[in-house]
């Protein structure tokens, strides 16, 4: 007798998971806030945290890029960490990304999953802790708002120790808002 593993496989269990967005091309604060509610409305997060938004100055980008605007939300969801990839990569394109682009290039809006609760990949496709997350002032600045204290898998440093280690110059990343 053939099953349905959708039945005899057990549901995902709750989990935490921070989700980077970022925008650099027209309305940029629409965006970010189209992107929060394409998240919200795929996802059915039981709870939501925002960071602030961040505007950065672009980096290894055409000249004349407009800068970007930043910011991190940390969502619980009953999803797996490879369920919400697609949700985040199907937003990307529903907003005008296209999956094949250049490095760098322009967008109207980025979405990155940082870590899904204490889930560890190292799969290309799908690499959690993100391995950059702890370099970039731009994300680390929004995710300290929420979660300085949080220490991801891996690492042995909370988010505000990865914060405080980096060498760049803080006044780089401006908070444009705190609440949106």
Not at 100 to 109: C, D, G, H
Not at 125 to 138: A, C, E, G, M, S
Request: hydrophobic share 40%; net charge negative.
């Amino acid at each position: 007798m053939l099953r349905n593993p959708e039945i005899t496989t057990p549901p995902p269990m709750p989990t935490v998971f921070g989700i980077a967005l970022g925008s650099n091309l027209g309305d940029r604060p629409a965006h970010l806030r189209r992107g929060r509610d394409q998240i919200v409305e795929r996802l059915r997060p039981a709870s939501i945290h925002a960071g602030g938004i961040y505007e950065t100055e672009p980096v290894d980008c055409a000249p004349g890029t407009q800068s970007f605007l930043n910011t991190v939300l940390e969502v619980e969801a009953d999803l797996t960490p490879a369920q919400v990839h697609a949700h985040l990569q199907a937003i990307e394109q529903a907003m005008g990304r296209p999956a094949v682009r250049e490095k760098n290039a322009p967008r109207t809006l980025d979405l990155d999953l940082l870590y899904a609760g204490d889930f560890v990949s190292a799969d290309p496709v799908l690499t959690l802790p993100h391995p950059r997350l702890h370099l970039r002032r731009f994300v680390l600045q929004p995710l300290a708002d929420i979660r300085p204290d949080l220490v991801l898998p891996g690492h042995e440093q909370t988010i505000s120790g990865h914060l405080a280690a980096l060498r760049d110059d803080p006044a780089e990343v401006r908070m444009v808002s705190r609440f949106w």
